[in-house]
C-alpha cells in the first residue's frame, strides 16, 4: 500500500518549520531523529553523521486526516558544521525525494520476493537500507529500504526515481544486506555537477516548503487510485510506462 511521498528540506530551527508546514495546512507529527537520511548524507558528503542534526515529521493533509498516508519531511538544520553545498545539492537534485509503499504484514520471504522482483523486472538498484528505532517507536521502529531507477527523458539526461519500501518492526538483518549499492555512488552513476557553494537562505527553505504541496497533492492522488494503479508505480516515471528490456511496457 502508499505510505507516503517524502523530501528533504534545510531549515534553521525546527519549530519554525513546524509552523511553517501548519499555516500551509499540513499537520506535522511530532519530529523525531532520523538515523537512516542522516546516514545517507553523511556518506554523500564525507562527514560523521553525529555532525548533521536531521529531524522527520510525517504530515498530513488537513482534508486527509485520518489516513494512513503521510508526507515524511526530513529536516536538516542549518549549522556551522554542514559541508559546503549540501543545501544547494540537496535543494537541485532533490537525492531524497521519494515515494513510499508499506508492507502492512512483513515477512522475510515476501520482502526477499519483492526485493527480486524490483532488480530483475523493474531494473531497479540497490539504494541502501536501515533500521530507526525512532520512527514509530510505538510500532516497534521502522526498517526501511531504498530503490533507485534511472530513467532517460528522451532529451539526453538522465532521470532518478527513487521507491522506498517499508515495514514496521527491527528487520536489521534484511536492511543491513541491502547496501550493495551505496547512496554516494548510486548518485554518482548520474553524473551531478556540484552547485557552488553558498552562505543559503535564512529561516525555512521556502522553495522545498512549496514544492512540499504538490508532493502532497500527488501523493494523496497516487493513493485513492486502485491497486492495479498502485502497482504500476513500481516501474513508472512521471512521463510514462516504464519500458523493459524488450521494449514492452511493464
Aim: glycine share 12%; hydrophobic share 40%; with cysteine.
Amino acid at each position: 500500500m502508499l505510505d507516503h511521498a517524502a523530501l528533504l528540506i534545510a531549515v534553521d530551527d525546527f519549530d519554525a518549520a513546524l509552523t511553517a508546514l501548519a499555516s500551509l495546512g499540513i499537520v506535522p507529527s511530532a519530529p523525531v531523529p532520523s538515523v537512516i537520511v542522516r546516514a545517507r548524507l553523511g556518506e554523500r558528503y564525507g562527514v560523521r553523521p553525529d555532525q548533521l542534526d536531521v529531524r522527520l515529521t510525517h504530515a498530513s493533509l488537513r482534508s486527509d486526516a485520518g489516513a494512513d498516508r503521510t508526507v515524511e519531511i526530513f529536516m536538516v538544520r542549518r549549522t556551522p558544521e554542514l559541508p559546503p553545498g549540501l543545501v544547494e545539492q540537496e535543494r537541485a537534485f532533490e537525492l531524497e525525494r521519494h515515494f513510499a509503499m508499506r508492507l502492512p504484514e512483513p515477512d522475510p520471504i515476501v520482502i526477499e520476493g519483492l526485493r527480486w522482483l524490483l532488480r530483475t523486472r523493474a531494473e531497479f538498484r540497490w539504494d541502501g537500507g536501515a533500521y530507526n528505532p525512532h520512527d514509530r517507536a510505538a510500532a516497534g521502529g521502522t526498517s526501511v529500504l531504498y530503490f533507485l531507477c534511472l530513467i532517460p527523458d528522451g532529451s539526453g539526461k538522465i532521470r532518478r526515481e527513487r521507491l522506498e519500501v517499508k515495514f514496521f518492526g527491527d528487520y536489521s538483518t534484511i536492511t543491513s544486506t541491502h547496501t550493495n549499492t551505496s547512496p554516494a555512488g548510486a548518485d554518482l552513476l548520474l553524473d551531478l555537477p556540484r552547485p557552488r557553494a553558498g552562505d543559503g537562505r535564512p529561516g525555512v527553505d521556502a522553495a522545498a516548503v512549496v514544492r512540499l504541496g504538490w508532493y502532497a497533492v500527488r501523493g494523496m492522488a497516487e493513493a485513492g487510485r486502485s491497486a492495479a494503479g498502485r502497482s504500476r508505480l513500481l516501474g513508472r516515471g512521471r512521463g510514462g510506462s516504464w519500458r523493459g528490456r524488450d521494449g514492452g511496457s511493464t
